[in-house]
């Protein structure tokens, strides 16, 4: 195993089009399933400090549930007001149908 990937979740326990919250290295982490992609941002939004795996998740985009700004989940940059921060984004890869995230 590579060094600073962490194994967080079966890749079978994410639902299409959904968010999902683990912890990986001290971390709580956001998992989406888009398009059969799979991608990882912190799960705090920069803005409100609400959890971003209680938002709506669409096109791409996680809406915080606490003010509405949207960050897009692939690069966690801030897309709208009242968002002025981008989120972490974290490379993921799948190794034996486990989702592994480099938190480092």
Not at 16 to 40: N, P, Q, R, T, W
Not at 64 to 81: E, I, N, S, W, Y
Not at 85 to 103: T, Y
Request: proline letters at 3%.
């Amino acid at each position: 195993m590579t060094e600073g990937w962490i194994d967080v979740a079966a890749q079978a326990d994410l639902r299409a089009d959904d968010v999902v919250a683990v912890k990986a290295g001290g971390h709580e982490i956001a998992l989406y399933s888009i398009d059969g992609e799979v991608y990882a941002t912190d799960n705090i939004c920069t803005h409100g400090h609400a959890r971003l795996c209680d938002g709506f998740l669409e096109d791409g985009e996680i809406e915080c549930p606490l003010h509405q700004g949207r960050f897009d989940v692939r690069t966690g940059k801030a897309m709208c007001a009242p968002l002025t921060e981008d989120l972490r984004a974290f490379p993921v890869k799948i190794v034996d149908a486990r989702v592994m995230v480099q938190i480092e």
